[in-house]
């Protein structure tokens, strides 16, 4: 009888007192800590967007509209295609708008044609120098004639694609320019012919100070048109042979950390904090990592309601973890009693 109660005794003691190490476990989804990408849409926008794969958030959605009928051109950045990493600030694209590139070339040409009044107007010309401002029409006239028969034959050839479209497009350029000496040597002209008037210097100076803002402007536009690496990280390079409405031009991954997406049964996110020992296992490896937060929302998977685990995987240098694989891992919880870890087996076993 005594030898009954002492064995009671021990199995009771051991039942409360003994502590066992519980751990949840899951398979998990590998994650880079951030992710940029440009794509493009099918009605022709350029799409910028970088999400924060920790926080669960996007960090930036910016869309690069045109202008119907404009004429844009994309040049990828090929020295990409030869390396494996982009850093922050590298160039991944350069956009031309024709359309931007014509204004900036107009508000150009219209600025040096106020900066050469006023010159005029500032030096106030002697009247010999009448006939050579004359001249100086005449000849500009000539130039613009010859320019426009010169544009009106590379047009004509440029419809039969006989002629490039950097070509064509110079030519169009060099008949502004033409026509914009026409007119500089014109004013300069009707300057010399009337002299210089006070009011007309301040109505110059004023144009001038505008354009010069629009222009600035204009090339703040143009170069914010080009694409910019915002995040230091490996070109991830993957085949989608799904049609989307969005196809994809590259993709960087902030591999300075990685992070692993578990899902666990709902029942068991009470026993999960951040900070926990984690351990991901790939093959006959062995990888330490740790709790980074848990989502605060149920999703349904293989019609089960399961919440998802973010942990964490800072040095994995020499892992041979990647992103999407898929691999195995243990949340380390804290012991708990032999009674404890019972009732958790059994739910463990009752939800399975």
Known sequence: MGASLVLLAVVVLVFFLVELPYSVRGKGVVSPMREWGLYTATDGTLINRLQDNASGSLREYRVLEFQRGDVVSFYFNDRLEKNNMVSRGDTIAWVISNDLRMRLVEKTGELAYQESLLQVYLTGEKPEAVQMALDEVELARQELNTQKRLTERITHLYG?????????????????????????????????????????????????????????????????????????????????????????????????????????????????????????????????????????????????????????????????????????????????????????????????
């Open 160 to 352: 039969q694609d006989l002629v490039s479209r950097q070509e064509y497009e110079l030519a169009v350029n060099d008949l502004e320019v033409k026509r914009y000496a026409l007119e500089i040597a014109l004013s300069n002209y009707e300057a010399i012919v009337a002299g210089e008037k006070e009011e007309e210097i301040g109505a110059v100076r004023a144009r001038i100070e505008a354009l010069e803002q629009q222009l600035k402007q204009l090339h703040s536009h143009n170069e914010e048109m080009n694409i910019l690496a915002p995040i230091t990280g490996n070109i991830l390079r993957q085949r989608d042979m799904e049609t989307r409405d969005q196809q994809e031009v590259i993709r960087v991954a902030d591999l300075s950390s990685l992070l692993v997406f578990v899902p666990v049964d709902t029942h068991e996110t009470i026993y999960i904090n951040p900070g926990q020992e984690v351990f991901i296992t790939l093959g006959n490896r062995r990888i330490k990592a740790s709790v980074h937060s848990v989502d605060n929302s149920v999703q349904i998977i293989n019609n089960r309601p399961k919440v998802f685990v973010s942990v964490v995987v800072d040095n994995h240098s020499d892992t041979g973890l990647i992103p999407n694989m898929v691999v195995d891992a243990r949340i380390i919880t804290q012991t708990v009693s032999l009674k404890e870890y019972l009732l958790r087996m059994s739910k463990v076993a009752y939800h399975n």
